[in-house]
């Protein structure tokens, strides 16, 4: 396992292919100047003992100890003891509505991004909590199972967008039902999931929600995006607005939030319901309900030591800058005297 400490310095590197250009231009423009003014005669007998591969060498050198250096700066670590540690936190998977009607701007940007926001300003906050992530529109796919690596965790969440399922439509049930999955542990007390979606489920059956939920000891938390005005649902191309999705009758649809529905699911699993339109309250509410629950003890390996590196990279560069420094552009005698590619004759 390693670390980067401050990738930040990786950026040096896109100075390399600039010094390489500038290197060859001026290799070039050397060329075309002394072939306006001498002959390879004249030349050789005025430099005999320029070298004509010295100054490729001396700049590949350079190139390759800016490299180094930069990695020196960014200071890779290396895990060295993996240990099993013990933690205490809540499982809790995030149910993220893709359907398309989550493209609506109602709530700025619009609903999925507004809903994928929220999820990472959580991940922020928890402390030895684990995360799951499903996403669902007609039906519901598995996204990350229950970790508590927040990083992948993110870029999980990035990846979430409406065009991942075909199937349009929006089961909240089929989220439900994927859920009970994730929760391993049938000793468990408290498990959480998080519905985040514009409540706007035209298949919605109460009977089957019920059977789906009972004896699934689940708490739903639910966040609802969205106005209950509503807004239409646009169609962009290069993010510019071409039309709106518009009904067989060929009239705008426009999609709006369905609070009561959220609001009964949440009552029903004892569980919440959260307005998502400020991104601090809804954090602070599920934080503050999260802290509230049974935490769950869990077992998880991680690497507890991690060794700086730089020191080997700091140490490789200043080697090779020392080489480099004694390289002249002067051919070397006893190089020449090798005559390794015949030269001589």
Not at 30 to 44: E, L, M, R, V
Not at 129 to 140: E, L, N, P
Not at 173 to 195: H, M, P, W
């Amino acid at each position: 396992m390693y670390q980067l400490e401050e990738t930040t310095y990786l950026y040096i590197l896109i100075l390399l292919p600039i010094i390489l250009l500038v290197f060859l231009y001026n290799k070039y423009w050397q060329k075309i100047t002394i072939k306006k003014y001498f002959d390879d005669a004249t030349f050789n007998f005025l430099s005999p003992e320029l070298s004509s591969t010295k100054s490729y060498i001396k700049t590949s050198l350079t190139l390759l100890i800016i490299s180094i250096l930069v990695f020196g700066l960014v200071n890779p670590k290396i895990g060295t003891e993996l240990k099993t540690v013990k933690r205490e936190g809540v499982d809790i998977v995030f149910a993220i509505d893709v359907s398309k009607s989550m493209l609506a701007e109602d709530i700025a940007p619009n609903r999925i991004f507004k809903a994928k926001r929220l999820v990472s300003e959580i991940f922020n906050k928890l402390g030895s909590d684990r995360v799951g992530i499903i996403a669902y529109a007609s039906t519901a796919i598995p996204v990350l199972p229950i970790t508590n690596d927040f990083s992948s965790a993110k870029m999980f969440l990035e990846s979430l967008n409406t065009d991942m399922l075909s199937s349009q439509g929006t089961s909240i049930v089929e989220a439900i039902e994927l859920s009970k999955g994730y929760f391993d542990d049938e000793n468990q007390t408290n498990r959480v999931l998080c519905i985040l979606s514009d409540g706007e489920d035209h298949e919605y059956d109460e009977n089957q929600f019920i059977s789906t939920l009972s004896d699934s000891g689940i708490i739903i938390l639910s966040v609802g995006l969205g106005s209950t005005k509503g807004a239409p649902i646009p169609i962009k191309e290069n993010n510019i607005v071409k039309s709106y999705k518009k009904d067989d009758k060929g009239e705008v649809v426009i999609t709006k939030l369905n609070d009561e529905l959220l609001k009964k699911i949440a009552t029903q699993s004892s569980g919440k319901y959260i307005k998502g339109d400020n991104t601090s309250l809804v954090v602070d509410e599920i934080i503050n309900e999260l802290k509230e629950m049974d935490k769950k003890e869990f077992e998880s390996k991680q690497f507890v030591s991690f060794k700086d590196q730089f020191q080997w990279f700091l140490g490789a560069g200043l080697l090779l800058f020392l080489v480099n420094s004694i390289i002249f552009d002067k051919k070397t005698k006893w190089i020449e005297k090798l005559n390794l590619f015949n030269e001589n004759n």
